[in-house]
Nanobody, 117 residues
Framework: QVQLVESGGGLVQAGGSLRLSCAASGRAFSNYFMGWFRQAPGKEREFVARISWTGGSTRYTDSVKGRFTISRDNAKNTVYLQMNRLKPEDTATYYC??????????WGQGTQVTVSS
């Protein structure tokens, strides 16, 4: 199993940037696809982005394409989410998760991102 801890959230004005980090410990980090999800108050948790084992393949939800970039550093056991041109609708708690097969099995505790207009 892998343990995940997110950091980097905060309050930012619309148009600003934040970089989220997710540090992993436990079993070999490079064995996992990694994903970022978010959940806004009163809404379902939604997929944001995911990255393959070596970082060669990424995928994004349409609403963040061109603004967010997922990356990973397997030597540091860390996955990142660079978020640019933030919008108020990006306000949510952001979670990272590790994936084995088709299932996201392990989740972090989340980090809050608030974008003011």
């Amino acid at each position: 199993q892998v343990q995940l801890v997110e950091s980097g959230g905060g309050l930012v004005q619309a148009g600003g940037s934040l970089r989220l980090s997710c540090a992993a410990s436990g079993r070999a980090f490079s064995n996992y696809f990694m994903g970022w999800f978010r959940q806004a108050p009163g809404k379902e948790r939604e997929f944001v982005a995911r990255i393959s084992w070596t970082g060669g393949s990424t995928r994004y939800t349409d609403s963040v394409k061109g603004r967010f970039t997922i990356s990973r550093d397997n030597a540091k056991n860390t996955v990142y989410l660079q978020m640019n041109r933030l919008k108020p609708e990006d306000t949510a708690t952001y979670y990272c998760a590790s994936r084995v097969g088709s299932e996201y099995e392990n989740w972090g505790q989340g980090t809050q991102v608030t974008v003011s207009s």
